[in-house]
């Protein structure tokens, strides 16, 4: 077995069975996709297209306020019948477009192949990567372009590739690696190249021999001179954390507060390279994701290529839908995903699972005392008090959550899933995080 890995972490149930050897299959288009104009870390997009507007498959419809942005584009050809706000993944209501799909998928003029790699500059690589309004694909959604410009002072010497997927339920990355490992490898040496790095790395966890047979292959055989390494890891969670992931694969530990370029790396997605990929040798911007649809919920579960703006009702729906026991609903993996109140709202780009979850999942538990076990900091992948800095939250002292470091934690959800007393420090946590956020801003 591996041993590259990072102190801490847990051993969840994996659940990838019913879904990792299905392959990706193209979702129906639906007959209305809703768009919102929020899908990335960062300002949101202001609409460029009005009620009554014909648009095409590819067109940009939303134009970003700010560098730490990504454009939006049409995942149909249509008519625009509505800009209004709707339901968002994030729990709030944002400004989306509303477009009626004429089922022609006519495809925008601007959707044409770029020059090849080894003539691109890096100038225009990060162009590209910006016009098609590329962000990560794991989750974070940060604008692809931003982490493409690091400051002048600070040379990227590594990229690295998440391939661990260590979300249980999901296995849309592990699919994309066994169907799409070219693709791959290609983004892969165009962030390389955009960035002036020397060094590649791909990591997947070794529960995937499978993966990294296909990527290796890719690489071996892949067109170029670009130093790529691909690197089985201990499978464990949370190792496709961008902080624990530069960990196992370099050695280097990215400082507290810090983003991973102030050790010289820049992390990207598997679907993110292939996105990259697709929008060089294809002119194609970023409207459609693999999403997987699974949890004992769906009657059929699978891996489908899903257009942005589809609801998540009709997403199931393509799955056989839900079973008579279903109880909940998450979009993402059980450990970090966000639970949604209705299944009226659309996949975005962030969206890299649909996963709904029977009575035997969510079983409410009494919260008891704090038994002083700790658990919670022997799992922490970022070597914090948990069970401290949710004491603080419980009785809303923020400043001395933050003091114990509740800015570091990225809300894996490691202490809440081993704590035995069930209490709910994650959910703690990130409201002091929250309160923290707004007493700074103040």
Request: net charge neutral; with cysteine.
């Given at each position: 077995?591996?041993?590259?890995?990072?102190?801490?972490?847990?051993?969840?149930?994996?659940?990838?069975?019913?879904?990792?050897?299905?392959?990706?299959?193209?979702?129906?288009?639906?007959?209305?996709?809703?768009?919102?104009?929020?899908?990335?870390?960062?300002?949101?997009?202001?609409?460029?297209?009005?009620?009554?507007?014909?648009?095409?498959?590819?067109?940009?419809?939303?134009?970003?306020?700010g560098f730490v942005s990504?454009?939006?584009?049409?995942?149909?050809?249509?008519?625009?019948?509505?800009?209004?706000?709707?339901?968002?993944?994030?729990?709030?209501?944002?400004?989306?477009?509303?477009?009626?799909?004429?089922?022609?998928?006519?495809?925008?003029?601007?959707?044409?192949?770029?020059?090849?790699?080894?003539?691109?500059?890096?100038?225009?690589?990060k162009a590209i990567s910006?016009?098609?309004?590329?962000?990560?694909?794991?989750?974070?959604?940060?604008?692809?372009?931003?982490?493409?410009?690091?400051?002048?002072?600070?040379?990227?010497?590594?990229?690295?590739?998440?391939?661990?997927?260590?979300?249980?339920?999901?296995?849309?990355?592990?699919?994309?690696?066994?169907?799409?490992?070219?693709?791959?490898?290609?983004?892969?040496?165009?962030?390389?190249?955009?960035?002036?790095?020397?060094?590649?790395?791909?990591?997947?966890?070794?529960?995937?021999?499978?993966?990294?047979?296909?990527?290796?292959?890719?690489?071996?055989?892949?067109?170029?001179?670009?130093?790529?390494?691909?690197?089985?890891?201990?499978?464990?969670?949370?190792?496709?954390?961008?902080?624990?992931?530069?960990?196992?694969?370099?050695?280097?530990?990215?400082?507290?507060?810090?983003?991973?370029?102030?050790?010289?790396?820049?992390?990207?997605?598997?679907?993110?390279?292939?996105?990259?990929?697709?929008?060089?040798?294809?002119?194609?911007?970023?409207?459609?994701?693999?999403?997987?649809?699974?949890?004992?919920?769906?009657?059929?579960?699978?891996?489908?290529?899903?257009?942005?703006?589809?609801?998540?009702?009709?997403?199931?729906?393509?799955?056989?839908?839900?079973?008579?026991?279903?109880?909940?609903?998450?979009?993402?993996?059980?450990?970090?995903?966000?639970?949604?109140?209705?299944?009226?709202?659309?996949?975005?780009?962030?969206?890299?699972?649909?996963?709904?979850?029977?009575?035997?999942?969510?079983?409410?538990?009494?919260?008891?005392?704090?038994?002083?076990?700790?658990?919670?900091?022997?799992?922490?992948?970022?070597?914090?008090?948990?069970?401290?800095?949710?004491?603080?939250?419980?009785?809303?002292?923020?400043?001395?959550?933050?003091?114990?470091?509740?800015?570091?934690?990225?809300?894996?959800?490691?202490?809440?899933?081993?704590?035995?007393?069930?209490?709910?420090l994650v959910q703690w946590?990130?409201?002091?995080?929250?309160?923290?956020?707004?007493?700074?801003?103040?």
């Open positions: 077995m591996s041993e590259r890995t990072f102190v801490g972490g847990i051993h969840p149930g994996y659940f990838k069975e019913s879904t990792s050897g299905i392959p990706i299959a193209p979702a129906k288009a639906p007959s209305q996709v809703i768009i919102p104009l929020q899908q990335n870390i960062g300002a949101p997009c202001e609409a460029i297209v009005k009620v009554g507007d014909e648009v095409k498959m590819g067109q940009k419809i939303g134009e970003p306020k990504a454009p939006i584009h049409a995942s149909v050809s249509g008519k625009v019948s509505k800009i209004e706000p709707f339901n968002h993944p994030m729990g709030t209501q944002v400004l989306a477009v509303f477009i009626e799909n004429d089922g022609q998928d006519t495809p925008d003029e601007g959707m044409k192949p770029n020059k090849s790699l080894e003539e691109l500059t890096p100038e225009e690589i910006k016009e098609a309004g590329l962000v990560g694909m794991g989750g974070a959604t940060f604008p692809t372009h931003v982490k493409l410009s690091p400051p002048p002072e600070i040379q990227i010497d590594t990229v690295i590739i998440n391939g661990a997927e260590c979300e249980p339920f999901l296995t849309a990355d592990h699919r994309l690696m066994l169907e799409r490992a070219d693709d791959i490898v290609f983004g892969l040496q165009a962030f390389m190249k955009a960035l002036g790095a020397t060094r590649g790395i791909i990591g997947i966890e070794d529960n995937k021999p499978d993966a990294i047979s296909s990527v290796r292959k890719a690489v071996a055989e892949s067109s170029g001179d670009y130093n790529i390494e691909v690197h089985p890891l201990h499978t464990k969670y949370p190792q496709g954390a961008e902080k624990m992931l530069i960990k196992a694969t370099t050695g280097r530990e990215v400082p507290p507060g810090a983003l991973p370029m102030a050790v010289n790396v820049v992390n990207q997605n598997t679907g993110t390279a292939i996105a990259m990929a697709e929008a060089i040798k294809l002119g194609k911007p970023l409207y459609e994701r693999v999403v997987t649809v699974t949890g004992p919920g769906i009657k059929k579960p699978g891996n489908l290529l899903v257009r942005n703006g589809t609801l998540i009702r009709d997403i199931i729906e393509q799955c056989g839908g839900l079973t008579s026991d279903a109880r909940k609903l998450v979009l993402g993996g059980p450990m970090m995903g966000l639970a949604q109140p209705t299944d009226e709202i659309p996949a975005i780009k962030g969206t890299s699972g649909v996963l709904v979850l029977t009575e035997e999942f969510v079983k409410e538990q009494p919260i008891a005392s704090c038994i002083k076990c700790g658990k919670c900091v022997e799992v922490c992948p970022m070597n914090l008090l948990p069970s401290f800095i949710g004491a603080a939250s419980e009785k809303k002292v923020y400043d001395l959550a933050e003091k114990y470091g509740a800015m570091d934690c990225f809300e894996c959800g490691c202490c809440t899933y081993t704590c035995p007393a069930k209490r709910p946590i990130r409201i002091a995080k929250g309160a923290i956020a707004a007493s700074r801003k103040k």
